[in-house]
């Protein structure tokens, strides 16, 4: 069967290569002029430095098919994530560990004291957390939420914590001990020659053309047995029941020499600095050799209709609108909507690409035919 995936990112391409393998002909297409959606990462012309284009991408997951199947496209090193956060004139360590702790409150506690310290600081008349801010008055307490998270998630998301869903927070742990890993899987990584670089072995296969500076235009999909589609969700119907919320994101890049930071990413909380992060692309590879450096300071804001769409907001009060687009796209014959504009959510990569080799699977049992995957 002929069949159009709409975005070159890792939903479109799993689901190409999967197929392309069991026979079927794909056409890719991407409005952008290179693959790999957000996750793109090219060499800045000025420094060799790899840089991930549109903000850090780390790769980790406890899924060993996920691990296999990007493994089999990409040699992945060795790579922990460790950020840190620059509030009320202090660097400390994330996410919020026993150092963080021990730190902020000029204290030595063991783990089981922070365990108690911290709980005594939690508001535990709070059950059933649903808002960011629930969550961390319900875990961390006041003092921690006000410097770490409060003036972060206020610039990142554009809206006070009370608004957000508990399940953003719910991406960081807070740790007892002095493990600073950001992330908890058992497979964690960097792809030694970049994502983009991974990508396009993933949509090396004879059966799949590519077609980057190629929007979607309405009547494309009349030439195709079936259609994945990884654009937003909303943009598929033309936003004509509204647009589901998107946050986007600015880069202020700048160069220079050595090293600037220390450190992959370094957050800033406090309110009054208008960026949430700067990352310094060079420590993504240690293994390579440069003298320059090159920075991206990260600036958050609602995203336009002209905006690439990074974050999918999903305010309480964007549920019923959601909820009336993806009933609409329940009902669209051979068209499934995949990845994380098409299902809008906030879907990490290991996770899109589960669900694309999913997708995949049960198009080839003749299981999907329509609706958000996922
Ligand atoms: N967050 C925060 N302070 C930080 C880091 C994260 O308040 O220093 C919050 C913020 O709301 C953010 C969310 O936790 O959007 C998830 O953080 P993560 O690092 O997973 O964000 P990503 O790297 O995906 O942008």
Redesign the pocket.
């Known amino acids: 069967m002929k069949l159009l995936m709409v975005g070159a990112g890792l939903s479109g391409a799993v689901i190409a290569r999967r197929l392309a393998e069991a026979g079927h002909r794909a056409t890719v297409i991407d409005a952008r002029p290179h693959i790999a959606g957000n996750c793109h990462t090219e060499r800045d012309p000025e420094t060799g430095v790899l840089v991930h284009v549109y903000g850090?991408h780390i790769f980790h997951t406890d899924d060993a098919e996920v691990w296999d199947y990007v493994t089999r496209f990409e040699t992945f090193r060795p790579y922990k994530n460790r950020v840190k956060?620059t509030a009320r004139g202090e660097v400390f360590s994330?996410p919020i560990n026993l150092h963080t702790i021990n730190q902020f409150y000029r204290k030595t506690l063991r783990p089981d004291e922070a365990r108690a310290f911290i709980a005594a600081q939690a508001d535990t008349s709070i059950t059933d957390p649903q808002s960011?801010e629930e969550q961390a008055l319900r875990f961390v307490g006041p003092d921690l939420y006000e410097a770490?998270?409060k003036g972060?998630?206020e610039k990142?998301?554009g809206c006070h914590p009370s608004a957000l869903p508990a399940s953003?927070?719910k991406?960081?742990p807070v740790r007892f001990n002095y493990d600073d890993n950001y992330f908890f899987h058992r497979f964690q990584g960097m792809p030694e020659t970049g994502y983009t670089a991974m990508v396009a072995r993933i949509l090396d296969h004879p059966n799949i053309d590519v077609h980057l500076d190629t929007p979607y235009a309405p009547g494309m999909a009349d030439r195709y047995g079936h259609v994945f589609w990884s654009g937003p969700l909303d943009g598929y119907f033309g936003y004509d029941l509204g647009r589901l919320g998107y946050r986007t994101l600015d880069f202020e890049r700048f160069t220079e020499t050595g090293d600037w930071q220390g450190c992959a990413v370094m957050?800033y909380?406090d309110p009054e600095v208008p960026y949430t992060r700067i990352t310094e692309h060079k420590h993504f590879a240690p293994w390579e050799d440069h003298a320059g450096t090159v920075c991206y300071r990260e600036f958050s804001r609602a995203c336009g209709p002209d905006d690439i769409p990074y974050y999918p907001i999903r305010l309480v009060e964007e549920k019923a609108l959601l909820s009336d687009y993806a009933a609409r796209a329940a009902g669209e014959e051979g068209v499934t909507f995949v990845g994380r504009l098409g299902t809008y959510r906030y879907l990490d990569m290991d996770v899109t690409i589960r669900e694309a080799l999913d997708t995949a699977r049960a198009f080839l049992s003749g299981g999907v035919e329509r609706g958000v995957a996922g």
């Open positions: 850090p956060t994330l960011f770490f998270f972060y998630t990142q998301w953003i927070l991406r960081l957050n909380g």
